[in-house]
């Protein structure tokens, strides 16, 4: 499968952005899907994830309450509603698929599939 994740862009710290990621070549119903993000000079880290049929979602502690993950299987896309944004959530982020990530789905290394990556950039 191929992932394009876009949504992303400049916004003032409490502004809201959505994210999609967007499924091709193969059908992303298949696929357990998650956020990660990137922040300059720091290592990649788990954002969210949702599971197959969407029933299942995690959060990482630093989002929780602000971030909300869903997936239209019709559509063949994810999304990630990112509300009351901080400067600390500037980030790339990333989605990506795993056909199988079970207990280990906040680790990248679970995931097979990767998008490009979208900017986003919150100022304070």
Known sequence: VQL??????????GDSLRLSCAGSGRTISRYEMGWFRQAPGKEREFVSHISKNGGTTYYADSVK???TISRDNAKNTVYLQMNSLKPEDTAVYYC???LGASYYYSSGAAYGYWGQGTQVTVSS
């Open 65 to 67: 309450g602000r971030f």
């Open 96 to 98: 990506a698929a795993a």
């Open 4 to 13: 394009q994740a876009s949504g992303g862009g400049l916004v003032q710290a």
